[in-house]
T-cell receptor
């Protein structure tokens, strides 16, 4: 079956612009995660969605970052007023209700802020 | 930071040799997982070992977990050039989210 898909695969933007990154999880998966991988920070958790529960936003690095998940499926990560330190690969993962502990990752979006 | 540490940071071996990577973490876990990443993009799940397990096998992969030492190792036997990649351990501390805390990664190069 189809895996997790992300778009765009690459995004180049200018400092100060807003960007939206999209994630399509595996159909039927109830949990969705965003992670960021950057040279200085390694792989770090950003945000988690599970069904209709309030998201866990504890990993978002600043209030310029936000995410939503519409209809319990597609998710969009928005970064406002991008900064050069936002340059990274943004990875999305989803997991089924049972077992919940295995996450399936998408190919990522490489964001470059000039 | 709860981030785990992995060693070595980089490992270069010849095809056919075994590769061992180690991971240490900081607090009690629900499970520990190993992922592979090619060319800095998507992560591929390799194996999951739960806190009550000590060893697990999957094909040429063998994972051990020592909760008393808060450490895990990944052994790849009879390595192939296609195993060249970065390998990450990730710890799941449980709780409501099952979010993963990743280690620093080991870059494995298998020379043909």
């Amino acid at each position: 079956g189809a895996g997790v898909s992300q778009s765009p695969s690459n995004k180049v933007t200018e400092k100060g612009k807003d960007v939206e990154l999209r994630c399509d999880p595996i159909s039927g998966h109830t949990a969705l995660y965003w992670y960021r991988q950057s040279l200085g920070q390694g792989l770090e958790f950003l945000i988690y969605f599970q069904g209709n529960s309030a998201p866990d936003k504890s990993g978002l690095p600043s209030d310029r970052f936000s995410a939503e998940r519409t209809g319990g499926s597609v998710s969009t990560l928005t970064i406002q007023r991008t900064q050069q330190e936002d340059s990274a690969v943004y990875l999305c993962a989803s997991s089924p209700r049972v077992p919940r502990d295995t996450q399936y990752f998408g190919p990522g979006t490489r964001l470059t802020v000039l | 930071s709860q981030q785990g540490e992995e060693d070595p940071q980089a490992l270069s071996i010849q095809e056919g040799e075994n590769a061992t990577m180690n991971c240490s973490y900081k607090t009690s876990i629900n499970n520990l997982q190993w992922y592979r990443q090619n060319s800095g993009r998507g992560l591929v799940h390799l194996i999951l070992i739960r806190s009550n397990e000590r060893e697990k096998h999957s094909g040429r992969l063998r994972v051990t977990l020592d909760t008393s030492k808060k450490s895990s190792s990944l052994l790849i036997t009879a390595s192939r050039a296609a195993d060249t990649a970065s390998y990450f351990c990730a710890t799941d501390y449980g709780g409501a989210t099952n979010k993963l805390i990743f280690g620093t990664g080991t870059l494995l190069a298998v020379q043909p």
